[in-house]
């Protein structure tokens, strides 16, 4: 198994499962929950797949390189429909 080099959070999947795992150290993960807050925060008005919304791309690059998931942006949505409507769209369903 090889050394990760860089201190940031890991997302793992455990393949055949519908399960994924956020691992890291306390102050790894407390890292990345502050980066998660920070995008909001930082978010500004914008369109994505047709919607407007806020989006962010303080996330960009607070994984692990070895991560299986890396998050692009933070888009902030105005209600639990419209992020329904766009992660529809994301999927292409």
Known sequence: MSKLN??????TTQTGWNEAYLIGTEKELLNFAQSIIESVQSAKSDIFFGEKVK???HIYGK???ASEVQFDEVVVTESVEQTDEISCKVQGI
Do not use: A, G
């Not at 860089?6 to 997302?11: A, E, M, N, P």
């Open 55 to 57: 989006t962010s791309k």
């Open 6 to 11: 860089k201190s940031d959070v890991l997302i």
């Open 63 to 65: 994984v692990s390189f």
